[in-house]
């Protein structure tokens, strides 16, 4: 809460990435020979150490922006956050989240109970499900951005850094109220507002809110529509009190509600891998022709302007397999504009959140102070979008010419898709094939923090904290839960399985009923509603819940009036556990393990995994007087960061063991070394870190067998950041910062599923016909199999191959006059296998590539004029220029020419006119000015899908026009 004060008394900090504030000559008493024209700096105070401090005091690299300063750089949101802070990178994920990281580090796991790198606050509260990235910032007191690794001051530990939100508090004593509208381009609506109303002298309701809506950036070039728009809203109620001296809280609730079509990635890229029809001078024909495309090739992204072979994607292959199809669907050009794409249909996006916290401080004495801080954050989200983003240019096989009673196959074809229609229970009824997947699921987390704080006139101060969590996300009885993929042609072979089935045939492919959905053609997917379970679509959930607990804290020893000693300990126990619900594709119900008792959504067993990590950090800081500046802080500390590990997702029903079931925790060893300064009286500003990082255990994920499954890796991250300011004059502010990054991987070698051979000419990758994965077996043996088809071996009938992945020829080498083969793996190792064995591939070295997401380099420099007094008036016009770089980086571990996400730049314009008498204001923005189209990652498939390259992108240029009053 705030007592009543100046409301006028703003920052003028807005322009500052340092969050260091503007007052005119006089703000600072103690310089009385700062010169008479020129402003001098006055430093924001920030609670990152859980007591008010100066920015520039506090031996720890963190940037801070108040609501200003989020105004005048544009930053709408959490993603704008990358173009302010040095050494910070931001991309949207495949699954509804997205990757935000600091000096590298940020969440490269795919799992339900995945910790964040960086951990999300709000008014202190760890935010394990937010929306801090699809939210919009509105009365904002500040957000602070910490770099390196916390536990010992936030309540949830964190191997990268915290952003965390703190929002505006009721003040007493003063209504107060603000309301501002936007309109830009894209036909953007935006709209803020707040009002304070003081209720007697100790209590004040505090209620705040924002809309966002605007039409979509891309087009779907199949009916001309916009997609990926906005309709967004929040508000957000606070109510503050202090009915005694030593005692004072506050509660608050905020509700965000978003429903729209914005899309979870942007256009899909391949370079299509073509059927093939010879090798080593053996030729390919008729079935064996099917296992020769994995999809997609490994190529830079520049040269992946095309479609993929659907042949090689479950959906596409099995159609062939139902009869339904002959071949790939997709035989036009790609559009080269990223931001036109095809879909069968309009994204469905839905995400809701009701955030409830309650903070109390009581006074135990004048000297400690108690706080407590309770929080439940309730959040529901399903995302659903064409799984391809491509429209078949061939149809489904329409056998309705053939008369009834000349084939008994094309009798029931056509009992099944009359004129090479499927119908689909979740798709609707259509003669193309259509894929459409499905992220999603509700959360609910508990929190309750307790700190005792001293402030003692003496040598010795602490900060003591305890941390209890408890979280439970992914109900499988909600429908929308988990992540599904649905295909037409997936139901139309599950359709004629069991239509074989019921005829009592023994070629039905799958051995028995698969369970599906009345199939009515009804579509209800595209009206926001799944139906009930089925075995005719791809579906994985991780029903997870976590129990956390922790005991935190730091002491200060002041060893000198000018030289302090920190030392902070932290040790967390972290419970999880996960159920274990197989992924039943294809899965007749008789083959459901027995305690299920033929419920694919009741549990077939419990994960857990337990860590219990104590960590901590050490350290020094020395304030000296030094002639050359006004105040100088120079710290050096060691920290030890932990993130837990977790449980992976569910592994197949037929492949129960295809990957560990569990990874290990990371921890990162940081050391940093940092100076801070003010110096010209106090005009200005310069902050330097450096900082060392070994990193352990660092998490990353790859998908097997149609799963992400994550592993450990180490890794080694050095780095350097600068950040400064400078007024060389009344109306000018200069800023700048940079970010050096060196972050690369030690002693790892993986299997990149784009280049599963290495490029070793001795091995081929084929795929396998039964499950879609992708396998590795020697040329040779390969080559063998083909000769021996050639040739008429009864052994070998045409499409022998497509059983090579499946391990049809293993062992039996010698049948074929062959034997062991070797290879070099990515450790150097010598390994031998059977020249017909299949395995997973050859593992890449990979020791000293760059970890994903880890540009080299960041740069933001910004300058801003401000004509005071315009025409003797109240009204004064600042005139904003930024300007952001970020060097080249990689999406993957391997970079290759494919992984890497070239440079890019933004620059940002605005022309701002403000009365402070009146509390009007005027702004003219332009945000990426020039119209960059920036890839900022990428996510490659899985086999079963063609191993396609999804892409996330920046937004266009956007411009518009801002009014606001304040009262």
Known sequence: MTRKTDSKTVLFAGASVLAIGLFAQGAWAQEDDAPESTRTLATVTVTTQKTEQSIQDVPIAVSAFDEDAINRLQLTGGADLVKAVPNVSFTKGQFTGSNFKVRGIGNDAVAQSSDAGVGIHQNDVPLSTNFLFEQEYFDIERVEVLRGPQGTLYGRNATGGVVNLITRKPVFGEFQADAELTYGNYNTIKGKGMINMPIGE??????AGALTQRDGYTTNTVDNSDIDGRDLWSIRATLGFEPTENFRGWVSWEHFEEDDDRQRSSKQLCKKDPLKTSFAGMPITGLDTLVTSLGCQDAPL?????????????????????????GDVYTSPLDKNLRNMQSAFAPIYKAEQDFYTLKLEYDVTNSLKLTSITSQNETSQYSIQDANRLVPDVTFNDLSAIPAGLSPTADLYNALFPGGVVTDPELGASNFLITADLSGGKTETFTQELRLQSDFDGKLNFNLGAIYVDGEAIDPRDPNAGYYVFANALTALTQFNNALVQLGSPDAPFGAAVPIATPDGTATLFDGTVAPDSGNYFRSLSPYRLTSTAIFGEAYYDITDTLKFTLGLRNTKDEKEQDVIPTYLFTPTVAYPAVQNGDPLAPAGLLTADFNETTGRIGLDWSPEVSFTNDTLIYGFYSKGYKGGGINPPQPAGNPNAFPQTFEPEFVNAYELGTKNTFANNTQSLNATVFYYDYEGYQISQIVNRTAANFNVNAELTGLELEYLWTPADNWLLTANLGLLDAKLVDTASVDVLDRTNGNPNFVALKNAQNYTNCVVSAQGYATVLGAIAAGNPMTPNGATRGLC?????????????????YVDGNGDTVSIGALTPFDGITKDVDGKKLPGAPDMTLNL??????????????????????????????????????????????????????????????????????????????????????????????????????????
Request: hydrophobic share 40%; no cysteine.
């Open 806 to 822: 499946s391990g049809a020829f293993a062992g039996a080498e010698a049948a074929f006059g062959l034997g062991d083969v070797t």
């Open 302 to 326: 520049s040269d992946s302007y095309e479609k993929t072979n659907s042949v090689a994607n479950i959906a596409g292959g099995l159609g062939i397999a139902a009869g339904i199809l002959n």
């Open 202 to 207: 100790n209590v004040a309701l505090r209620v």
């Open 862 to 967: 910004a300058a801003e004029y401000t004509f005071q007094s315009v025409r003797n008036s109240n009204w004064d016009l600042t005139i904003r220029s930024d300007y952001y770089y970020q060097a080249d980086s990689y999406a993957r571990i391997f970079n290759t020419a494919h992984d890497e996400l070239d440079n890019w730049s933004n620059v940002n314009l605005s022309i701002i006119l403000n009365n402070s008498e009146s509390g009007w204001g005027v702004e003219a923005f332009a945000k990426n000015l020039t119209d960059e189209e920036v890839i900022t990652g990428s996510y490659v498939g899985d086999d079963s899908q063609g191993i396609f390259t999804n892409i996330f992108l920046t937004e266009p240029a956007l411009y518009g026009i801002t009014v606001k009053k304040s009262w």
